[in-house]
T-cell receptor, first 113, second 112 residues
Framework: DTGVSQDPRHKITKRGQNVTFRCDPI?????LYWYRQTLGQGPEFLTY????????KSRLLSDRFSAERPKGSFSTLEIQRTEQGDSAMYLC???????????FGPGTRLTVL | GESVGLHLPTLSVQEGDNSIINCAYS??????FIWYKQESGKGPQFIID?????DKRQGQRVTVLLNKTVKHLSLQIAATQPGDSAVYFC???????????FGKGTKLSVKP
């Protein structure tokens, strides 16, 4: 158990609906990352926060995606107008800055019908 | 990711044997590498890491080797156990942003 929790663990939604995922990191680690993982592939970077500031977004993060970390603790990832191609595992990772090591949560499995 | 890849997609070993999982990376500027283990339905679990100023690091039953000359990383698991069955990913940390670039993974199957 890495101490990073994600909710929900599974989400099934219909195309066009909005979904929101939550990540609760280890409180003392100030960098938080979001990744997406499709079946058979490694995780792909989406975005990251240092405290409450969103510092980097990948080209994978279309305008339908938005992430927040309002108080520098938990973070949310929202996908608007979901598409079938959004079906994936969404992973949150917290970084131990003393060691540059990223610890992952269990992920949220999204299925878009 | 494009800059990190694995030589073999699957590896099957007998219980008790040693396992070697290989990884190639392309960014010579990367200075930090991590191996993760991922079981079905779970998030990646940190196994071991190594910085570019080292060529070998050992943990409990695991050893990571880094060859910067040929940009090659390997994970050695000693006395492989059924509980080691999983997909193993190598990842590199490039740049100041800290986001990891992952390879596609190697599925390790341990036969009893």
């Amino acid at each position: 158990d890495t101490g990073v929790s994600q909710d929900p663990r599974h989400k099934i939604t219909k195309r066009g609906q909005n979904v929101t995922f939550r990540c609760d990191p280890i409180s003392e680690h100030n960098r938080l990352y979001w990744y997406r993982q499709t079946l058979g592939q490694g995780p792909e970077f989406l975005t990251y926060f240092q405290n409450e500031a969103q510092l980097e977004k990948s080209r994978l993060l279309s305008d339908r995606f938005s992430a927040e970390r309002p108080k520098g603790s938990f973070s949310t990832l929202e996908i608007q107008r979901t598409e079938q191609g959004d079906s994936a595992m969404y992973l949150c990772a917290n970084e131990d800055r003393a060691a540059d090591t990223q610890y992952f949560g269990p992920g949220t499995r999204l299925t878009v019908l | 990711g494009e800059s990190v890849g694995l030589h073999l997609p699957t590896l099957s070993v007998q219980e008790g044997d040693n396992s070697i999982i290989n990884c190639a990376y392309s960014n010579s500027a990367s200075d930090y590498f991590i191996w993760y283990k991922q079981e079905s339905g779970k998030g990646p679990q940190f196994i071991i890491d190594i910085r570019s100023n080292m060529d070998k690091r050992q943990g409990q039953r695991v050893t990571v080797l880094l060859n910067k000359t040929v940009k090659h990383l390997s994970l050695q698991i000693a006395a492989t156990q059924p509980g080691d069955s999983a997909v193993y990913f190598c990842a590199e940390n490039e740049g100041s942003q800290g986001n990891l670039i992952f390879g596609k993974g190697t599925k390790l199957s341990v036969k009893p």
